[in-house]
């Protein structure tokens, strides 16, 4: 049977339970619009639930300091998820090289997650990556991530805003996101690449032929050709990704808990 929460520590379990929630908001997988609101908030309050019997806190009262209490466990869920969320980017990023090369950058679809438009290649990668990150249970891990913060960050607590290093941190994080990128996506574009190149010279040979007609399906084909040979690198580099943003989310925590 279910324990009761004492009265006296409702503050706390909040704390709690915003910490999850603003988690679970912009955690990869979990934030797709197209998963309910009350699921997001119903699988929040039962973590929360669980995680407040091996929270080591004190009896909390709701006065200013709670709710700037409040304001950073917003911002340490918001942060943590924001991480995951920003690594995982550099797939649909590569997808966007990859697509300008081929031609696709016209056709975009609809990402269900920010409800912006993403390129066809990189929403193709992004499925894929999402359903390794299934696979090997990655969604375990990230959930796992959120249990541990409250060994790195305790509930009462603030951060240490002052400390450049995170800020860094954060921005290095950002642009190795852009180097990953141009990892997935350095294959398909240099093979593409190539064949602008042989293009051009076929253009200057034979001034008869109309590359711009042949050029586009052909340079279509070629990309998937090699996409065809490129998956088993992808998968490697996805688990690289993955392995790279645990490994983060875990640094960052470390940095907010003043490590």
Request: proline share 5%.
């Amino acid at each position: 049977m279910l324990e009761i929460i004492n009265i006296n520590s409702i503050p706390v379990f909040l704390l709690v339970f915003v910490r999850v929630l603003a988690f679970f908001i912009v955690m990869p997988l979990f934030s797709y619009r197209t998963i309910p609101t009350p699921f997001k908030i119903g699988v929040s309050f039962f973590l929360a639930y669980l995680l407040f019997y091996i929270v080591d806190a004190p009896t909390l009262t709701i006065d200013l300091t709670y709710l700037l209490l409040v304001f950073k466990e917003v911002l340490i869920g918001l942060l943590i998820g924001l991480m995951g969320y920003i690594i995982l980017s550099a797939v649909q990023i590569a997808g966007g090289f990859i697509d300008f090369q081929m031609g696709f950058a016209i056709a975009n679809v609809i990402d269900p997650q920010t409800g912006a438009q993403s390129p066809l290649t990189g929403q193709y990668f992004y499925i894929i990556a999402l359903l390794f990150l299934l696979s090997v249970n990655g969604h375990h891990i990230l959930i796992d991530g959120i249990v541990n913060s409250y060994q790195f960050i305790p509930i009462d607590h603030f951060l240490p805003l002052q400390d450049e290093t995170i800020v860094n941190y954060i921005i290095d994080s950002f642009n190795h996101m852009f180097l990953i990128a141009f990892q997935i996506a350095i294959p398909i574009v240099g093979c593409l690449f190539l064949v602008d190149v042989a293009l051009g010279i076929i253009a200057r040979t034979v001034p008869q032929l109309n590359v711009f007609v042949v050029g586009l399906p052909l340079k279509i084909i070629v990309s998937f050709i090699v996409l065809l040979f490129f998956m088993s690198l992808y998968v490697i580099l996805v688990k690289n990704l993955f392995e790279i943003m645990f490994d983060t989310i875990r640094t960052l925590m470390q940095l907010f808990g003043g490590g």
